[in-house]
Nanobody, 125 residues
Framework: QVRLVESGGGLVQAGGSLSLSCAAS????????MGWFRQAPGKEREFVAA????????SYADSVKGRFTIARDNAKNTVFLQMNSLKPEDTAIYYC??????????????????WGRGTQVTVSS
């Protein structure tokens, strides 16, 4: 059974930075695309960033381009989300998700089948 555990969330002032990590159990991490999604209170879950299984390509939501960076370390079974220049509208629970087998950096939630429990990010103004 694959498990994903996010960490690194917290409270930060607007303009600040946070780094999120997602640790994955299981030996097949390195052949799956991975993604980050977020959900604010009372709002729909939305795509944030994704990375190809090999790490050779990435994709980002327009709202975070130029501010967030997704990366992975397959040797450590970990995917990261570096968040810079944070805004109050970035406040949400951030979820790590497993994408397709040998998959690309897809923005579609349909491509993701395993989800972590989330980590809270709160950005104050």
């Amino acid at each position: 059974q694959v498990r994903l555990v996010e960490s690194g969330g917290g409270l930060v002032q607007a303009g600040g930075s946070l780094s999120l990590s997602c640790a994955a159990s299981g030996r097949s991490f390195s052949v799956y695309a991975m993604g980050w999604f977020r959900q604010a209170p009372g709002k729909e879950r939305e795509f944030v960033a994704a990375i190809r299984w090999s790490g050779s390509s990435t994709s980002y939501a327009d709202s975070v381009k130029g501010r967030f960076t997704i990366a992975r370390d397959n040797a450590k079974n970990t995917v990261f989300l570096q968040m810079n220049s944070l805004k109050p509208e970035d406040t949400a629970i951030y979820y790590c998700a497993r994408g397709s087998y040998y998959g690309g950096a897809s923005y579609s939630a349909d491509e993701y089948d395993v989800w972590g429990r989330g980590t809270q990010v709160t950005v104050s103004s």
